[in-house]
């Protein structure tokens, strides 16, 4: 769907105004949003089979192969996610398509207004309104991303999921979910429900314990990783994905989405989808399996920027890319990406990067020492919370990286890089997906 630019505005401007209905942009709660779901007529509960889905990365690829395998067998999808990259209305796709601003507009003045000026945070009115509008197009499924932990968050409002998903747990908001990774899995993990099924990604032993014990307390089957379901690549002739449970076996091509994680998150998404073809509630072809996970497409992971003022701005030979992971396990990934594109491509890699201040960018940055062979720090444009530049800098030094600059914006790092290569450059804008969002604005 399209909209005009002043929808956007409009949208904008309600936004802004929802923004004030509570001094904090994070306070988690299920009380606030069950008052409104209640004034509305709860919504919650007349939706189509919900995939629910949350851990600390991973979630959104899970969810964009999850949603690319169901449209290649014919399903009609809904999709929530957060946060959106460009416009907001990215975050709410109702059977297929992104919706439209001016259905977006009357959501969110209807939300607003039986609301009633009531305390209710920023996610918590706009979740109500996905919801809303989750209800009133038809749709065969829901795939429901969880905004921040999991047993407070305001999509734990479900109560009776088809299937809960659990991608890779590790550190990351402990100021709201806990300091351990025990204590941020325990909060993710609740959102399994009693007498239903959740598929577990690898986890980190601490994480798995904790999502273990809570299925135990709630009476939860679990299908986990390297236990009742596994994924392998072999580097073989066929250069392909093998995923086995028990009864079955697939085997795949290698996932549409750049990096080695992203094999993880494609078994993931193909255990869910298995789960639901094995309990009779959805058919997924094997072919649909296979075509959704070369289709998918998700924005600012791992993605290739291949045209635009920023891909201008460089040499035709040199590769331009952008990710917005944002914590330590998503540095550890990229340290992976980045090793094996050294190992293939033989270019140097420089980074681009600009983080948030609630993130730990010297955690974020290790991983990719001695892989970049140079750093620029930048503050994320239009960001209040963003780290300065010579913060990031400081935590990029600190991590072990050797040549590390400054930058005004990633144009201007652009230059600085081209004024110090002679040949063909890799160059990864990093450390945000607000950072993301800006970029692409920046290169559309």
């Not at 936004?15 to 994070?26: E, N, Q, T, W, Y």
């Not at 995923?243 to 990096?259: A, Q």
């Not at 094995?278 to 399996?289: D, H, L, R, V």
């Amino acid at each position: 769907m399209t909209s005009s630019s002043s929808s956007v505005a409009k949208t904008d401007v309600i936004l802004k105004r929802l923004l004030d209905l509570h001094p904090k942009v994070i306070d988690l709660s299920l009380v606030r949003i069950e008052r409104l779901l209640d004034r509305l007529g709860r919504p919650q509960d007349k939706l189509p089979p919900v995939v629910h889905i949350a851990g600390t990365n991973g979630k959104g690829s899970v969810q964009a192969y999850m949603r690319a395998v169901f449209e290649a067998s014919g399903y009609k999808v809904h999709a929530y996610t957060s946060p959106h990259l460009v416009h907001f209305s990215e975050r709410i796709r109702l059977a297929g398509a992104l919706i439209s601003e001016d259905d977006l507009v009357a959501l969110l003045e209807e939300c607003e207004q039986v609301n009633d000026g009531a305390p209710i945070t920023f996610f918590e009115i706009t979740t109500a309104a996905a919801f809303l509008a989750f209800t009133r197009t038809p749709a065969d499924v829901l795939l429901l991303e969880v905004g921040l932990g999991g047993r407070l968050d305001a999509t734990n409002v479900v109560t009776a999921p088809a299937v809960t998903v659990i991608t890779p747990i590790s550190l990351d908001h402990q100021q709201y979910l806990g300091n351990t990774v025990a204590e941020i899995a325990s909060e993710k993990a609740a959102i399994q429900k009693r007498g239903t099924t959740s598929i577990i990604s690898a986890q980190l032993p601490e994480a798995m314990t904790a999502i273990e014990g809570e299925a135990q307390r709630l009476g939860v089957t679990l299908r986990r990783s390297g236990i009742e379901w596994s994924i392998t690549h072999k580097q073989d002739e066929e250069n392909r994905l093998y995923w086995r449970r028990f009864g079955r076996s697939l085997t795949l091509p290698l996932p549409g989405l750049p990096g080695a994680h992203q094999y993880g998150n494609a078994g993931t998404a193909v255990a869910a989808l298995d789960l639901l073809d094995e309990q009779g509630i959805f058919t997924i072809p094997e072919t649909a399996m296979a075509k959704g996970l070369t289709a998918v497409d998700w924005p600012a992971r791992l993605q290739r920027l291949v045209k635009g003022p920023l891909v201008e701005a460089i040499p035709a030979e040199w590769a331009l890319w952008l990710d917005g992971g944002h914590n330590p396990a998503a540095g550890e990934a990229l340290g992976v990406w980045a090793a094996s594109m050294a190992a293939t491509i033989r270019q140097p890699l420089h980074l681009i990067c600009g983080m948030l201040n609630t993130k730990d960018p010297r955690g974020f940055l290790a991983p990719l020492v001695g892989k970049a062979v140079s750093l620029h720090a930048v503050s994320i444009p239009g960001e209040a919370n963003t780290f300065p530049a010579a913060a990031t800098a400081a935590a990029g030094r600190d991590a072990g990286h050797q040549r590390v600059f400054e930058a005004e914006s990633p144009a201007t790092a652009l230059t600085t890089i081209k004024a110090m290569e002679a040949g063909p450059a890799q160059i990864l804008i990093c450390g945000s997906l607000y950072l993301a969002g800006r970029v692409l604005v920046e290169n559309d």
